[in-house]
């Protein structure tokens, strides 16, 4: 039952999709019938227990069936109407908008009326839950976007629109024209960062900046490094500048060269120290041209100092009703009007809200912690008796965020424990961190799926509860990225010290006294031991952190003389020259270690050599290199029968030539590294679900042709593969999907080489049935690819990067690309023409190009009314003139809600200074 009522609702959101006028005349009625479905759907959870018991309650569940296939039935024959109208003719459009105006009245009386009496029906049976006794349980999916986009979107805001509204005022008037700064102030938990991120990304700041930069600073920073985030963000090639920029040039070059003459806008999240703008503002000049800085801060010297004649902006708490409104956003996980308010819970949400004091943070927990709690008042209200309302100066807020920890199964706060180790502001990997919980036996051995899935289900549950926050999805729509606000890092320091899970060293601590700490888990951030190293006997999980690049003997974790490690079962290090490490005296069998995670780190090609491993289960080498090259990295007679997954990068090879026949519970093979003739032996790793290779000879045409056939052996035996990535220095040994049996699993293909000369343009056949996200590069192709690409149905994301097209026109087609959400150009250097037909990509919402020199027009992008964001860096001098106010370019872009566009890269022979 859930699922046809879920069919329904994405049928519902797709034909909402639509902008033809028949949708338009009833736009209305459709979204009424889908907010009463919803409704029904929120109840299904309930029923399903009650149904087996209750013959009353079945004959209503069969009443919902049958309404459902109704509306189902209404929908397809509607949208059968649509598309006979659209073939009486070329110019369907046209005709669409006639019919509509002559046959309003039939709209009105016939499907209007249709729909009416579903709306009605709807809401009959969704007042029958009182009587039946049928809980709100919470809707089962969220079908609004039943195919989630890479990136998150903006959290719900409650009581901060007239807050961003002064804002962007002030940030606009150009009658003061020196160089402000904006304080925002308010305590922990109020929403600075949220109206901060939304004023940033306002549509209303289009093309009144040059140049924009977000930097976080936390209590912990670095001057230097906060200066080049400020830099790469201006310029973005400078990151590549060989020999690199000197922090001693740094505040210099920014103000004489790279910020001059230029408007800017410059965001500083969370600043805590003093002293921190009068060191900053010495690299950003003040040229009486509106430049703005805004900072978010606790303090109110903080703001005073930055800019004495800019009176801060204080944000308030929210009012009892914005307040009320926000507690029902997260207990329900919808908007939901203050009509539709439940009656027997209103008196208790009120007095929650009260007790909350207007703290957004704490209103959003609070509904977390309600979604897991029975809709009834006894419920809501034995919540509101236990929590300790009284205590003041902000004890208030612990006790809502300890009451949500306390909620916690134990598995699950032994996983949000974990979220201790990592520092403020931390980039936190979802993929890393549940490989971590699942080498320290947090994850529960029971329940369906793999362990890796029932990790990935603890993390979603956190994020359900709203104790973390997804800052980026994955193309399969799970967590990429995520962190943790300030006050829940705070809680679950403090708790984890409190219960000896983890001791958390970070720069104002004394190292050493590692050894005397009684948890079993250590994290450092930041530190610096001291020549004596460090001695541990006890510890089982270390995870260190910012000791600088490759740090050295002199500099850091060099120092660390860990003897104690022999009991390691998580170990990860980031940014060390490991070739120090290994001198120092580590147990030479780590016989418990289990996640081994080396990021951005210079590797001794003999480490696996020097070590043994017995139960490794992830190996995480992302951004690291390896000190010999010519011996690689050597793992030569090395065997980890436990390993499941292994991560190197595709930018430094990194070869692993395991005796691969004894591998096999691999899971990920992730840009490894290696040579052709041993692909063939990778065919006993059966269970592969990620694989990406990088083939380190340079093949030719011939030889590619003849590899793909070893390939496809391999590829036939990986039943569950569902991401497949091949890199390759000449031509691409691949010739398509469609005789394997992953050819409908297949999700996500990445494919770097050139396309053997026979084919100008790959066809369909060549790709997986069910492909969300390609990205294609270096493939050479002449012909335009889009009349075949346009046809993949489930494609969503598509990356045409670094001369994968080397053609000067794209085109694409009416009805083409039919479910794509984000569309990448990079490096396209012919491109000079790029057609949208109408109707062509009918719910694109992101568009980036990039350093496409000869594009010197925008395509027709008001034919394309979803875009929510685009991107344009390093354009054409015609293209950025373009895009300026009163340009050519502008009424095609004027629809978007947020457009950047960054000079970048500048192509030779073009100078915009």
Same mark, same amino acid.
């Given at each position: 039952?859930?699922?046809?009522?879920?069919?329904?609702?994405?049928?519902?959101?797709?034909?909402?999709?639509?902008? @033809?006028?028949?949708?338009?005349? %009833?736009?209305?009625?459709?979204?009424?019938?889908?907010?009463?479905?919803?409704?029904?759907? !929120?109840?299904?959870?309930?029923?399903?227990?009650?149904?087996?018991?209750?013959?009353?309650?079945?004959?209503?569940?069969?009443?919902?069936?049958?309404?459902?296939?109704?509306?189902?039935?209404?929908?397809?024959?509607?949208?059968?109407?649509?598309?006979?109208?659209?073939?009486?003719?070329?110019?369907?459009?046209?005709?669409?908008?006639?019919?509509?105006?002559?046959?309003?009245?039939?709209?009105?009386?016939?499907?209007?009326?249709?729909?009416?009496?579903?709306?009605?029906?709807?809401?009959?049976?969704?007042?029958?839950?009182?009587?039946?006794?049928?809980?709100?349980?919470?809707?089962?999916?969220?079908?609004?976007?039943?195919?989630?986009?890479?990136?998150?979107?903006?959290?719900? %805001?409650?009581?901060?629109?007239?807050?961003?509204?002064?804002?962007?005022?002030?940030?606009?008037?150009?009658?003061?024209?020196?160089?402000?700064?904006?304080?925002?102030?308010?305590?922990?938990?109020?929403?600075?960062?949220?109206?901060?991120?939304?004023?940033?990304?306002?549509?209303?700041?289009?093309?009144?900046?040059?140049?924009?930069?977000?930097?976080?600073?936390?209590?912990?920073?670095?001057?230097?490094?906060?200066?080049?985030?400020?830099?790469?963000?201006?310029?973005?090639?400078?990151?590549?500048?060989?020999?690199?920029?000197?922090?001693?040039?740094?505040?210099?070059?920014?103000?004489?060269?790279?910020?001059?003459?230029?408007?800017?806008?410059?965001?500083?999240?969370?600043?805590?120290?003093?002293?921190?703008?009068?060191?900053?503002?010495?690299?950003?000049?003040?040229?009486?041209?509106?430049?703005?800085?805004?900072?978010?801060?606790?303090?109110?010297?903080? !703001?005073?100092?930055?800019?004495?004649?800019?009176?801060?902006?204080?944000?308030?708490?929210?009012?009892?009703?914005?307040?009320?409104?926000?507690?029902?956003?997260?207990?329900?996980?919808?908007?939901?009007?203050?009509?539709?308010?439940?009656?027997?819970?209103?008196?208790?949400?009120?007095?929650?809200?009260?007790?909350?004091?207007?703290?957004?943070?704490?209103?959003?927990?609070?509904?977390?912690?309600?979604?897991?709690?029975?809709?009834?008042?006894?419920?809501?209200?034995?919540?509101?008796?236990?929590?300790?309302?009284?205590?003041?100066?902000?004890?208030?807020?612990?006790?809502?965020? !300890?009451?949500?920890?306390?909620?916690?199964?134990?598995?699950?706060?032994?996983?949000?424990?974990?979220?201790?180790?990592?520092?403020?502001?931390?980039?936190?990997?979802? %993929?890393?961190?549940?490989?971590?919980?699942?080498?320290?036996?947090?994850?529960?051995?029971?329940?369906?799926?793999?362990?890796?899935?029932?990790?990935?289900?603890?993390?979603?549950?956190?994020?359900?509860?709203?104790?973390?926050?997804?800052?980026?999805?994955?193309?399969?729509?799970?967590?990429?990225?995520?962190?943790?606000?300030?006050?829940?890092?705070?809680?679950?320091?403090?708790?984890?010290?409190?219960?000896?899970?983890?001791?958390?060293?970070?720069?104002?601590?004394?190292?050493?006294?590692?050894?005397?700490?009684?948890?079993?888990?250590? !994290?450092?951030?930041?530190?610096?031991?001291?020549?004596?190293?460090?001695?541990?006997?006890?510890?089982?999980?270390?995870?260190?952190?910012?000791?600088?690049?490759?740090?050295?003997?002199?500099?850091?974790?060099?120092?660390?003389?860990?003897?104690?490690?022999?009991?390691?079962?998580?170990?990860?290090?980031?940014?060390?020259?490991?070739?120090?490490?290994?001198?120092?005296?580590?147990?030479?069998?780590?016989?418990?270690?289990?996640?081994?995670?080396?990021?951005?780190?210079? %590797?001794?090609?003999?480490?696996?050599?020097?070590?043994?491993?017995?139960?490794?289960?992830?190996?995480?080498?992302?951004?690291?290199?390896?000190?010999?090259?010519?011996?690689?990295?050597?793992?030569?007679?090395? @065997?980890?029968?436990?390993?499941?997954?292994?991560?190197?990068?595709?930018?430094?090879?990194?070869?692993?030539?395991?005796?691969?026949?004894?591998?096999?519970?691999?899971?990920?093979?992730?840009?490894?590294?290696?040579?052709?003739?041993?692909?063939?032996?990778?065919?006993?790793?059966?269970?592969?679900?990620?694989?990406?290779?990088?083939?380190?000879?340079?093949?030719?045409?011939?030889?590619?042709?003849?590899?793909?056939?070893?390939?496809?052996?391999?590829?036939?035996?990986?039943?569950?593969?569902?991401?497949?990535?091949?890199?390759?220095?000449?031509?691409?040994?691949?010739?398509?999907?469609?005789?394997?049996?992953?050819?409908?699993?297949?999700?996500?293909?990445?494919?770097?080489?050139?396309?053997?000369?026979?084919?100008?343009?790959?066809?369909?056949?060549?790709?997986?049935?069910?492909?969300?996200?390609?990205?294609?590069?270096?493939?050479?192709?002449?012909?335009?690819?889009?009349?075949?690409?346009?046809?993949?149905?489930?494609?969503?994301?598509?990356?045409?990067?670094?001369?994968?097209?080397?053609?000067?026109?794209?085109?694409?087609?009416?009805?083409?690309?039919?479910?794509?959400?984000?569309?990448?150009?990079?490096?396209?250097?012919?491109?000079?023409?790029?057609?949208?037909?109408?109707?062509?990509?009918?719910?694109?919402?992101?568009?980036?190009?990039?350093?496409?020199?000869?594009?010197?027009?925008?395509?027709?992008?008001?034919?394309?009314?979803?875009?929510?964001?685009?991107?344009? @860096?390093?354009?054409?001098?015609?293209?950025?003139?373009?895009?300026?106010?009163?340009?050519?370019?502008?009424?095609?872009?004027?629809?978007?809600?947020?457009?950047?566009?960054?000079?970048?890269?500048?192509?030779?022979?073009?100078?915009?200074?």
């Amino acid at each position: 039952m859930a699922e046809a009522v879920t069919s329904v609702l994405v049928k519902l959101a797709d034909i909402l999709r639509e902008k @033809v006028g028949e949708v338009q005349a %009833v736009r209305g009625q459709i979204e009424q019938v889908q907010k009463e479905l919803r409704l029904i759907q !929120a109840l299904l959870r309930d029923v399903d227990s009650k149904c087996h018991r209750n013959n009353v309650v079945t004959e209503w569940l069969n009443q919902v069936s049958e309404i459902a296939n109704r509306i189902a039935t209404v929908i397809d024959t509607f949208r059968d109407k649509i598309e006979e109208n659209r073939a009486e003719s070329s110019n369907w459009v046209r005709k669409i908008t006639k019919a509509v105006k002559r046959n309003y009245k039939k709209y009105k009386l016939g499907l209007h009326d249709e729909l009416e009496n579903i709306i009605e029906e709807l809401n009959r049976l969704y007042q029958r839950r009182t009587d039946l006794r049928i809980e709100d349980l919470g809707a089962i999916d969220d079908v609004d976007d039943p195919e989630a986009c890479d990136d998150v979107d903006d959290p719900e %805001v409650v009581g901060l629109e007239d807050d961003q509204a002064k804002i962007i005022e002030q940030l606009k008037d150009r009658s003061i024209s020196r160089r402000m700064v904006l304080s925002i102030v308010g305590t922990g938990g109020l929403g600075k960062t949220t109206l901060a991120q939304k004023v940033y990304n306002s549509d209303k700041l289009e093309g009144q900046f040059d140049c924009h930069a977000w930097l976080s600073i936390s209590q912990t920073y670095n001057l230097n490094e906060l200066l080049k985030e400020i830099l790469y963000k201006v310029k973005p090639d400078m990151k590549k500048k060989v020999p690199p920029v000197t922090d001693r040039d740094l505040p210099v070059k920014l103000k004489k060269y790279f910020l001059k003459g230029k408007r800017y806008l410059i965001i500083l999240d969370d600043v805590w120290d003093i002293n921190l703008w009068g060191q900053l503002k010495k690299a950003l000049p003040d040229m009486y041209n509106a430049s703005r800085v805004i900072i978010t801060t606790r303090s109110l010297d903080v !703001a005073k100092v930055a800019d004495c004649n800019t009176k801060p902006y204080k944000l308030r708490y929210l009012s009892d009703n914005e307040g009320l409104a926000l507690l029902f956003i997260n207990a329900f996980q919808q908007q939901v009007q203050p009509e539709k308010y439940p009656a027997h819970l209103l008196d208790v949400a009120k007095r929650l809200t009260k007790r909350c004091g207007g703290l957004p943070l704490a209103l959003i927990v609070l509904g977390g912690i309600l979604t897991r709690r029975e809709r009834t008042y006894p419920d809501w209200n034995t919540l509101y008796e236990t929590i300790d309302w009284h205590d003041k100066d902000g004890i208030q807020c612990s006790q809502i965020l !300890a009451s949500s920890y306390e909620d916690l199964p134990r598995y699950l706060k032994d996983c949000f424990l974990y979220f201790s180790a990592f520092p403020e502001d931390y980039k936190i990997s979802g %993929v890393h961190i549940t490989r971590m919980w699942m080498a320290e036996g947090f994850v529960p051995k029971d329940g369906a799926g793999t362990i890796e899935y029932r990790a990935e289900k603890c993390l979603e549950e956190l994020v359900q509860r709203c104790l973390i926050q997804v800052t980026k999805k994955s193309w399969n729509g799970y967590c990429k990225y995520c962190s943790i606000h300030d006050l829940l890092r705070d809680l679950a320091i403090c708790k984890a010290k409190d219960e000896n899970f983890l001791t958390v060293f970070s720069k104002e601590d004394d190292v050493n006294n590692l050894a005397a700490s009684e948890s079993c888990r250590a !994290a450092l951030q930041f530190c610096t031991p001291t020549e004596d190293g460090i001695y541990s006997e006890n510890t089982n999980s270390l995870l260190c952190f910012g000791f600088g690049q490759f740090s050295s003997d002199n500099s850091g974790f060099g120092l660390l003389n860990y003897s104690g490690s022999g009991l390691l079962q998580v170990l990860t290090l980031e940014r060390v020259d490991m070739t120090t490490f290994t001198r120092r005296h580590w147990s030479k069998g780590l016989i418990h270690l289990r996640y081994l995670g080396l990021r951005d780190c210079f %590797v001794p090609h003999d480490i696996f050599k020097q070590f043994s491993f017995p139960n490794l289960e992830t190996i995480d080498l992302y951004g690291s290199e390896v000190d010999n090259e010519e011996e690689r990295l050597n793992l030569c007679d090395v @065997v980890i029968p436990t390993l499941r997954h292994v991560y190197a990068n595709s930018y430094s090879e990194i070869h692993l030539p395991l005796e691969w026949d004894k591998h096999t519970n691999l899971q990920t093979i992730m840009d490894v590294a290696i040579y052709i003739k041993s692909v063939v032996e990778l065919g006993f790793c059966i269970n592969l679900r990620k694989f990406g290779i990088i083939i380190v000879d340079k093949l030719d045409n011939g030889r590619a042709i003849k590899e793909w056939q070893n390939l496809k052996s391999v590829l036939k035996n990986t039943v569950q593969l569902v991401y497949l990535s091949i890199t390759t220095k000449g031509f691409l040994p691949f010739g398509g999907t469609k005789e394997l049996p992953c050819h409908e699993k297949i999700q996500k293909l990445n494919l770097d080489g050139k396309w053997e000369r026979n084919i100008c343009v790959p066809s369909v056949e060549m790709f997986p049935t069910n492909l969300t996200k390609l990205q294609l590069i270096r493939s050479g192709l002449q012909e335009d690819p889009m009349p075949i690409l346009e046809r993949l149905q489930s494609l969503r994301i598509l990356h045409l990067n670094d001369g994968s097209y080397v053609g000067t026109v794209l085109i694409c087609s009416t009805g083409g690309f039919p479910n794509l959400e984000k569309l990448k150009l990079y490096d396209l250097d012919n491109l000079h023409h790029w057609d949208i037909k109408e109707g062509a990509m009918p719910i694109l919402r992101h568009l980036e190009i990039h350093c496409c020199f000869l594009l010197h027009v925008l395509p027709e992008l008001q034919k394309v009314q979803t875009l929510q964001e685009l991107t344009v @860096v390093g354009p054409s001098r015609e293209l950025w003139e373009g895009m300026q106010m009163q340009g050519k370019d502008v009424h095609k872009i004027k629809h978007i809600p947020s457009v950047r566009i960054s000079k970048g890269y500048v192509p030779q022979g073009e100078d915009f200074r």
